[in-house]
């Protein structure tokens, strides 16, 4: 069974910056694309950025410039760092792991972590 634990969410000032971190249970990790999406309350889930096992992404319209996803194999574990962050970015991050290579379309989960950005 795969397992997805994020960490690094938290409180974060307006224009900080983060770097959430997710850590895959199989080495399956290195065969599957990798994802971030996010859940502000009263909305739905979004994409925020996906990585390819080549390393190619792609970046929500919403966090472009100001995001980066990256991934790092032999740790199994994907990252998305963020700067400048506004109020709007306010949500549940969630990690994911996708059906192949390079889909955008995700399989598994993980728990989620709360980012909070004052104002």
């Known amino acids: 069974q795969v397992q997805l634990v994020e960490s690094g969410g938290g409180l974060v000032q307006l224009g900080g910056s983060l770097r959430l971190s997710c850590a895959a249970s199989t080495n399956i990790f290195r065969i599957n694309a990798m994802g971030w999406y996010r859940q502000a309350p009263g909305k739905q889930r979004e994409l925020v950025a996906y990585i390819t096992t080549g390393g190619g992404t792609n970046d929500a319209d919403s966090v472009k410039g100001r995001c980066t996803i990256s991934r790092d194999n032999p740790k199994n574990t994907v990252y998305l760092e963020m700067n400048s962050l506004k109020p709007e970015d306010t949500a549940v991050y969630y990690c994911?792991?996708?059906?192949?290579?390079?889909?955008?379309?995700?399989?598994?989960w993980g728990q989620g972590t709360q980012v909070t950005v004052s104002s």
């Open positions: 994911s792991m996708h059906t192949s290579r390079n889909s955008r379309d995700p399989r598994y």
